[in-house]
């Protein structure tokens, strides 16, 4: 089964790519590996972008939601660099980032949203390293931002 076959075995419709916040761009090939910057949340099923801190105005429950949607991004980033997912060789790398309170210690659980939607979809190639970490803020006020590298097929 190939992934775009996958993702609608999964009932998942990925969103348009989002467009840089700022003086960057979106990714960056380097021999056969492809970096995207940090990607921020897809709207959620009400139409919104989440927002707030994982330990504050929103449970860890509510921050594995928004990594989820941060991997729709993600995803839908791959689309557009390669025009085609099954380019995508091996998920290598994430790294994650947890809008968070001081004493909050479960950012790896709120990174599983994003983690375990990438195997669900790639299977053994969506098995990554990964660091997940806590921040006092991120942009726009997003609870989740995730950085990837992916292996990546000519």
């Given at each position: ?10 009932g998942i ?5 989002q ?7 979106p990714?960056?090939r380097t ?18 972008i989440p ?7 929103l ?16 995803l839908?980033?791959l689309?557009?660099?390669?025009g085609?997912l ?8 994430l790294?994650?980032?947890v809008?968070a309170t001081e004493?909050?210690?479960e ?5 599983n949203g994003c ?7 790639f ?7 990964r660091s997940?970490?806590g921040?006092?803020s ?10 990837a590298?992916?292996?990546?097929a000519?």
């Amino acid at each position: 089964m190939n992934t775009e076959e996958r993702l609608k075995e999964l009932g998942i419709e990925l969103p348009s790519p989002q467009s840089p916040a700022a003086n960057y761009v979106p990714a960056v090939r380097t021999g056969n590996l492809l970096y995207l910057a940090g990607v921020g949340p897809a709207k959620g099923a009400d139409g919104t972008i989440p927002s707030g801190k994982v330990g504050a105005e929103l449970t860890k429950e509510e921050g594995y939601e928004a990594a989820r949607l941060v991997c729709l991004n993600i995803l839908s980033r791959l689309r557009a660099e390669l025009g085609d997912l099954d380019r995508v060789v091996r998920v290598v790398k994430l790294l994650g980032m947890v809008n968070a309170t001081e004493d909050f210690t479960e950012h790896p659980a709120v990174i599983n949203g994003c983690s375990d939607l990438l195997v669900e979809v790639f299977g053994e190639r969506g098995k990554h390293a990964r660091s997940a970490v806590g921040m006092q803020s991120l942009p726009f006020g997003i609870p989740v931002e995730i950085e990837a590298i992916v292996e990546v097929a000519d």
